[in-house]
């Protein structure tokens, strides 16, 4: 049980803003496509191609394009452009398999620092790759620290988080190394009672001494409790809390990546060029990202006041009229239609799509998914929920230049839309409110 205080826990706060400074990974990995695309297959500045000057007479076929150094076409290929933008996802899909055990083996800090440390490799290596080859082993080798911060971070500020911030604090390297406490929790369960008395100590550092000694007790009790009630995996997967908890998280991580979010985010220089709208499309993405940031504090703040149900809600309706708005401004497009007097309305769709995302669909799946389960399941939870995200984002990535060609982008954006409609539906029936309850409290009302 977390016990409440009146006054804010800076250190609280310092610990998950830190934690979540590894997000900016993902961010940059995964948004890294987007301007890059272009340029890699010659459409947009070859003379700025991130293959080097030396290959600019090559990339448009005009100097020996048998030695081409995006291979033998003059171009990205659809198929090698979708491989590129998809091998982040992958890699982090691979490595979300293991990551939730090694955290539990070897501490949620520990795992998100060597995770930060691989990130830095694989950046390393994108900036010095000059082949196709290259480039995708190094966004591979992103996609792996990428998979351990998808399924560290929401563990770990599920553990250190307090019910009446949880939520907000679903928002590195040296701070978080030489500052930010390993999870009481996992401590706890490792019998190190000394640094777990100091980490919560750090953690509460507002509260009264008597408050974290109860706090203390508490975590302790949870987790002899959870020890003492271990079962087998066998056991676990026919327990109803923990199927309907594995039932929600993945879900909702599945709309999250069917709602396109990633599509957007990994093609949208190419996206907007489709548009045909005039607006340049660095200056699109640059509002676009502007509008997420703020969307996400905003979201972070409202999160623990309004409740996740309800923002989700308003986030699966939102997101559906917006991606509805964009497939008819291609659909106006493709049959010839005049659209120079709504070339407004590709950007204005994507600006309140990203709005609604980041209000619900963005961060609430991560808070609910620290919230479902306890100590001896969260790991197992994380690992499996996590791997069906990021296998969502690979096959959307993937698949989303091969339904451009053969359905368009008016249809390919318009089941995107019926995906967020589907997801209101499941938000409607499944997910229950969780905003201000133990994690005690959650368990109780998952087995009901």
């Known amino acids: 049980m977390h016990l409440k205080c009146g006054r804010p826990n800076i250190f609280l706060y310092y ?11 993902i961010g940059c990995c995964f948004a890294w496509t987007s301007p890059a695309i272009p340029r890699l297959n010659g459409s947009l500045e070859p003379e700025h191609n991130p293959l080097g000057e030396e290959a600019i007479p090559r990339l448009n076929g005009s100097l020996e394009p048998e030695h081409n150094p ?29 990551s939730g055990y090694l955290a539990d083996k070897r501490g949620r800090k520990e795992i998100l620092i060597i995770a930060v440390l691989i990130s830095i490799i694989g950046l390393g290596c994108m900036h010095f790759a000059n082949s ?93 409790e959870d020890f003492k009630n271990k079962s087998s995996l066998k056991d676990i997967l026919t327990k109803k809390e923990f199927l309907k908890g594995i039932f929600i998280t993945c879900g909702l991580v599945l709309f999250q990546q069917l709602s396109g979010i990633n599509i957007i985010l990994f093609y949208m220089h190419s996206i907007f060029e489709e548009t045909g709208s005039g607006l340049s499309p660095d200056l699109s993405a640059v509002i676009i990202s502007l509008v997420q940031v703020v969307a996400c504090v905003i979201s972070s703040i ?46 204005l769709s994507i600006v309140c799509f990203v709005i609604a995302y980041a209000a619900g669909f963005g961060p609430i799946p991560f808070v609910i998914l620290g919230e479902l389960f306890p100590q001896q399941t969260k790991s197992f939870a994380s690992t499996v929920t996590i791997f069906v995200c990021l296998m969502g984002t690979f096959c959307t990535t993937t698949f989303f230049p091969m339904l451009v060609v053969y359905l368009g982008m008016a249809y390919t954006f318009l089941l995107l839309a019926v995906c967020c409609f589907v997801s209101l539906i499941f938000t409607s029936v499944f997910i229950p409110e969780t905003k201000g309850k133990s994690l005690m409290e959650i368990q109780e009302l998952l087995k009901k």
């Open 15 to 25: 610990s998950a803003v830190s934690v979540n400074l590894a997000s900016f990974i």
């Open 70 to 98: 995006l291979g033998e076409e003059a171009t990205l290929t659809t198929i090698e452009e979708s491989w590129i933008a998809s091998l982040v996802p992958l890699g982090a899909a691979a490595s979300s398999l293991i």
């Open 132 to 224: 196709v080859l290259y480039i995708c082993i190094a966004r591979f080798i992103c996609g792996i620290s990428i998979g351990a911060i998808f399924t560290v971070v929401p563990m770990y500020i599920g553990e250190i988080a307090e019910d009446s911030n949880r939520g907000l604090l679903v928002l590195f390297m040296i701070t978080f190394d030489w500052f930010v406490p390993e999870s009481p929790h996992w401590l706890i369960s490792k019998k190190e009672f000394n640094k777990a008395e100091k980490s919560l100590t750090k953690l509460r550092s507002q509260h009264p001494r008597e408050k974290i000694l109860n706090e203390l007790e508490q975590i302790k009790t949870n987790i002899e």
């Open 302 to 347: 409202l999160v623990d006041h309004l409740g996740r149900r309800i923002l989700l809600l308003f986030s699966s309706i939102g997101m559906c009229l917006s991606i509805i708005a964009f497939a008819v401004y291609f659909y106006l497009k493709e049959v010839d239609d005049n659209v120079a007097n709504i070339f407004w309305l590709p950007i």
